[in-house]
């Protein structure tokens, strides 16, 4: 295989890839979520299914894609959003019960994005807007079945810190998940973020952001999504 490639064949889970190292639990203020794991989101099999059908959508130019960089990653990424990918966004909305479940809180889905990393990408270490108030990194894929670590601070952010190469004196909490595992965080009150090297030739994630049903970012839920005029003569929602 050529490298930096993008995804074919080879998405099969290891049967001994390692789900997790770190486990934990912690809340900011406003009770708030901090990071968990979440084996199995969806099974690795979805998560294989879901793939091939992305890729097959992207390689026949079903999908608009974008590419994504700025300051917190080193190298272009391939992205997807979820209001121009109908399987990703039903996806979104489909596991908010699941999530609310596991994280005792109700939720409204805000955004959803598809992201195919390469070899020797980095994401820095960052805290997000507030529509991640509850997020989910989903992973689907690795190329050559390396698990690529997430970490999360396990204090809350502070106002300042910016976007930076690692979690300097900070301390923090690191994930394994294996296709079809989540790490559920709270993107917008913890910095987060894969300061080592992407060791496979790519991966592939999702990443699900919903804000609390009646809560301050509640404005933010189905952002930038168009919802349109109800239907004449349709169901009246
Ligand atoms: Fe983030």
């Known amino acids: 295989m050529v490298k930096n490639t993008v995804p074919s064949t080879d998405l099969q889970r290891s049967d001994n890839t390692p789900t997790a190292f770190g486990m934990s639990r912690c809340r900011a203020p406003n009770d708030t979520i ?3 794991l979440f084996p199995r989101l969806i099974s690795p099999e979805v998560a294989h299914s879901f793939l091939r059908i992305l890729w097959s959508d992207v390689i026949n130019q079903r999908v608009p ?63 997000d807007r507030p529509a991640c108030e509850v997020s989910a990194s989903l992973t689907l894929a690795y190329s050559d079945e390396r698990p690529w670590v997430l970490s999360i601070a396990s204090t809350p952010a502070t106002d300042g810190l910016g976007v930076t190469e690692d979690f300097g004196g900070e301390p923090f909490e690191s994930f394994l998940t294996a296709p079809g595992d989540a790490v559920l965080y709270s993107g917008s009150h913890y ?32 952002e930038r999504l168009e919802l349109g005029e109800r239907p004449v003569g349709g169901p009246t929602i």
Not at 70 to 77: T, V
Not at 200 to 213: E, G
Request: aromatic share 12%; charged share 20%; proline share 5%.
């Open 65 to 127: 894609t974008q590419t994504h960089r700025q300051e917190l990653l080193k190298r272009d990424a391939i992205e997807i959003h979820g209001k121009n990918y109908a399987p990703l966004m039903a996806l979104h909305w489909g596991l908010t019960t699941a999530v609310e479940q596991r994280t005792g809180k109700e939720l409204l889905p805000s955004f959803a994005f598809f992201r195919l990393y390469f070899e020797g990408d980095v994401c820095r270490v960052h805290a």
């Open 34 to 36: 901090a990071a968990m």
């Open 191 to 222: 910095r987060h973020g894969r300061p080592t090297p992407n060791s496979n030739r790519w991966s592939a994630h999702i990443f699900l952001q919903w804000v609390s049903r009646g809560g301050p970012y509640e404005a933010d839920a189905f």
